[in-house]
């Protein structure tokens, strides 16, 4: 009961239904899911409204539980047909072939093109304005990691490395930061590759803009990093890529690029394990 | 004039114009346009704003006339190029050709994945959040039948009933429910299609996941029932699909699979109408 | 300090900071960000909240200080992939080949379709409601120069000069319309062309829907007028497009047409620079 014996309740301490609740979200103003957590006081995981530096609005999921909270979804990179090789859907590397002419492919790791939707993020590429607009201090990855990212964000990080082909060479790699493991471990992360490349990587890091040892780039090595002077072999087991993957081509091109060389799903030789292979990583930043 | 002899009236009675009359409507809170017309007293066709169950805002167009109304769009079929068998803009079968390693094709029936805009509904794919998060009543397909569909959605129903290559043989069917007709009746819809199919089918119902006789899989036959022990080429008359088409791959591959089968539009032997060929299939909930 | 002593000021008055200032925004009701300036005192370039005529709501951004400001950016042009010969990117031709028999290809000049981005409009290809959905007065492209279209706007206009294969002939063009220049001028313009194109058209005009001598149909020729009596060369000076180019089909399909047939922005023979290749075409209405 309303302490104070009136018959009418501010508005504000009216009985919010579920849908009512969820809608009053729309009055939070900030510009991540870190903002909402320290000024709004919310600890419940779910959807949001942020605010762009331009005045642009969109909803995304927050994460207010893992680690303290305050994680924004920014992207998910998802493999929608590992039998299409560079065609529509893999956003994330190029939709139209593997094409040495057009060595960025679609250029979504550096540019301020957005697609897909937060319910859609594990069944598909998504990226939303916070990809770009919110300055992270850390970075999530699969909510089975984290990384310090100096200030930054990744739209600023693949502009200084770029996800194109014949950016570098075997051995280049942009930044490769330890990891903490909230779920899985070393030996999890080890495991989802291929047997033959378990000597080339080193678990516990995420790496940033690989390039193999046929120049083509990746963008993301999620929770490993190769090992300096071993064969680069990172298209099957990095993600993410430029326009062109010169070996058998277009063979080895997408979002998860060759993590099928040997069987999809197989897990023997050069080939990644089913569970990796269907997996959608999903990119926080707070 | 306001009766109380004020000078200034409250917000709510004050004249709103075109625009802030529909803006208004963002202050609607509710899941479905039944809600909105239960519980808002709505009774103008429009777009409206829905709220689903974990927050997310969208809008959408209501049919608040027809058939008492109360009705949500959810989805629209729409070929747009009858040319392009399983190419760009075949979201609802297969945007990369018919391949039998891909037997979901893109797999928007059972996925939460949306695209399209209310507005492009009648000349594109459109799928919104409500094709997952409403829990309809009834359904509603072009506004010309209706059907009672048990306590769920399209979405649950396809994750039952999977709209994939190789899911069952000839024969096997998702439920086939009987449809009142607000327009147009039982001859009208014999008529869209083929001639040669005409005693395949027994018009008056809807049905769910067809598999015809290479084991090609739809998703509905709007306005028809297969006849059991027929030859079971519902390629000429359901719409979209999964990710193979056997028969000539892929010439029967696509959101309209093999509707032109005998050329576009002529209603000859395997072939339908301009009419229906050109149609968008509206699908509503309530 | 609040100037009436209270310790509290009204709401209104508080001050607001960066992005409730910007939030603050989708309070205004408005069609256009001409009504915005007008009715609202707003002279800030930055993302805006429109609302359509059937009460869709979006944000799209407003130059506010342009030429007295009041522009919509209602849309981009922008060639994704010039190695891409209509492939998946090019929504303002084809985005499927070539091919006689889709003579509309996306159609997109004309339905209401929308896609893509704001901030997204310079990388990639974007169209909003407010494309078909305000009536404009004046047209700007590139805010290089403007022009008056009869209170009408591009949907309207393609529906009567349709971006169709074979709708016309060599010499056939909807209006051609003389254009104000706030930033560069009529050589800068020549320039851009092939200097084999610089005899066929006439800066210093804006030339909707012409025809080529295979009777293929652009949509904006941006800055120039074809000269009557001459080649007809138009795909290489021309934007947008149906669903169709004859001379050896695909070469010349693609949002900027041929604009490298002598190679990719060599600005020789029949090509275009380097700088009007990778340049986004902005349409602004007021």
New interface residues.
Partial sequence: MWPHGDTKAPVATTVLN???R??N??SF???SCKEIRDRYDQKED???YL???????Y?TFCDMTTAGGGWTLVASVHE??M??KC???DRWSS??GS?P??PDG??NWA????F?????A???DFKN?GY?DIVAEDMSVWHRRFLTIYGGNLHQLFKLYPVRYNAGACGNTGPAIPIMYDFGNIETTRGFYGPNLRNQFEPGFITFRPINNVRAAMAICSGVKPIPNTRCDTEHYCIGGGGHFPEQAPRQCGDFPSFDWNG?GTNTEWSSSKEITEAAVLLFYR
Same sequence: chains 1, 2, 3.
């Fill in positions: 579920h849908l009512e969820l809608r979200r729309a103003i900030a510009n779910g959807l949001y605010t762009t530096a331009n005045g642009g609005v909803q929608n047909n039998y299409g065609t529509v859907g939709q139209q094409n002419n057009w679609d250029g540019n301020m093109v957005t897909g939707t937060t319910d859609g594990t069944s598909d304005p770009y999809y």
